[in-house]
């Protein structure tokens, strides 16, 4: 393989390799249904992820690491980078660039035209929420489950621009899809122009039926801007099945990938309306969607890794990793939602959520329970402590990596702190 090709491809992973050829020819014909129960299976793929000893990580919704073939593959481009210095950045970079982002395009189901490489969800949201030339008194609608910085940006923009905010609220364990849909339609006016709605909610893992949300807004002439922070490569869609006009996505939590990776897709008649944040020689084509996504030097290295992600995510498949990540969740909240005294804050349904729940306990502040899981039983866990949100407990997010046994571990500290 020439330097070009190291730069531009991955290890090659597949489930072959990832597995060897005997493991794989066992499995590759199970339902991903069958497969997220299987134990052997999974156990091949955590070998791929450096664990650390010191306590079972149900953290994995801040970022997930990069499994190890992931990992040494950014390593190496980062030392080949170095070593081709501005030799590569001027001759490759760009190219290359275009190959990752056209291999990205594929995995969101959009065409490469109508989204880019950014660093992260808080870019891509503050990409279309500056983009917009917003007037006094204009509208925009979000959730009071939002992700705080993200309703910050709106609020800026109230300051500087007099738009005025109007924020719903999600109930936790919501009946129908209706409930929802509703919920939002009431808080339309005739001034509204943008809708923002998280695809999951990061405090509690339930999924939003973004798809429904979105043909109520157009029906009312108001655009669909989604926080995928935690949907995209978390389980199975394609983004022009969702028909929204903006989706922005964290490529660092459920990709895998490095660091400061993300995506804005942005839908092409949508494109010409938005203003670029940097100035970028590109605004004379207004139609481009790279008029949004000027980066300056940037480290270019920690973008082509996203390739190498997506072949160690596509390796595994997107529908065992949804199933496996459901079975997850489902295993250990089953069991600790027929506990005296514990309080789950996320929808029992299994269709309305996938990897992440949350749970309290009557009576334990959420910090002390964060705090008493890490120091007393070696777990991992995130508190969240929101009167606004209306959601008191801590964030369980197991990975793939993640055995039953571990989340035993977890049930058994619930039953002794809640007394039950
Ligand atoms: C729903 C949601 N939106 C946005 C963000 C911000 O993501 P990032 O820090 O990767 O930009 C997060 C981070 O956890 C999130 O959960």
């Not at 109230?158 to 009946?175: E, F, Q, S, T, W």
């Not at 009431?186 to 979105?214: D, E, F, W, Y």
């Not at 989604?226 to 022009?240: E, K, L, S, Y």
Request: aromatic content about 8%; proline content about 5%; charged content about 25%.
């Amino acid at each position: 393989m020439n330097k070009r090709e190291f730069l531009r491809t991955t290890a090659g992973a597949s489930l072959t390799v990832l597995l060897g050829e005997r493991l794989f020819a066992r499995y590759s014909g199970v339902p991903a249904d069958r497969l997220a129960q299987d134990e052997t299976f999974w156990s091949a793929i955590r070998a791929k992820y450096r664990l650390k000893a010191d306590y079972v990580n149900l953290e994995s919704g801040y970022y997930s690491m990069q499994a190890t073939p992931v990992l040494e593959a950014f390593v190496a481009k980062v030392r080949e980078i170095n070593y081709q210095a501005s030799y590569y950045l001027r001759t490759t970079q760009v190219p290359d660039k275009a190959a990752v982002r056209d291999r990205l395009a594929g995995l969101a189901g959009c065409a490469p035209g109508e989204l880019c490489i950014t660093r992260n969800t808080t870019e891509s949201i503050a990409t279309v929420v500056n983009g917009y030339d917003w007037k006094r008194d204009d509208e925009a609608v979000m959730a009071e489950q939002d992700y705080g910085h993200m309703l910050a940006q709106f609020r800026l923009m109230a300051r500087r621009y007099g738009i005025v905010n109007r924020l719903v609220n999600v109930p936790n364990d919501p009946k129908s899809d209706d409930e929802i849909v509703r919920l939002y339609a009431a808080a339309i006016t005739p001034r509204t122009r943008l809708l923002m709605v998280s695809h999951m909610i990061n405090v509690t893992g339930q999924i939003l039926p973004v798809q429904k949300i979105a043909d109520m807004a157009h029906a009312r002439g108001v655009d669909v801007l989604v926080d995928g922070a935690h949907a995209f490569a978390h389980f199975d869609f394609r983004i022009p099945d969702l028909h929204v006009d903006y989706y922005a996505a964290s490529l660092h939590k459920w990709l895998g990938c490095p660091l400061g990776t993300g995506i804005l897709h942005v839908r092409r008649d949508k494109i010409p309306g938005l203003w670029p944040i940097y100035g970028d020689w590109r605004m004379t084509d207004d139609t481009d969607i790279m008029k949004l996504n000027h980066t300056g030097t940037h480290p270019v290295h920690t973008d082509l890794a996203i390739a190498d992600a997506i072949a160690f995510h596509e390796s595994i498949g997107i529908q065992r990793k949804e199933a496996r990540l459901r079975y997850l969740q489902q295993y250990w909240s089953n069991k600790a939602r027929a506990l005296p005294n514990v309080i789950f804050n996320t929808p029992a349904d299994p269709a309305r959520t996938c990897a992440i729940a949350n749970v309290g306990v009557k009576g334990v502040p959420p910090n002390d329970l964060a705090k008493i899981l890490l120091d007393k039983y070696r777990i991992w866990v995130n508190a969240v402590d929101s009167d606004s949100a209306g959601v008191h407990g801590v964030r369980v997010t197991p990975h793939v990596f993640i055995r039953p046994a571990e989340l035993d571990r977890l049930v058994t500290a619930l039953r002794e702190i809640a007394g039950a």
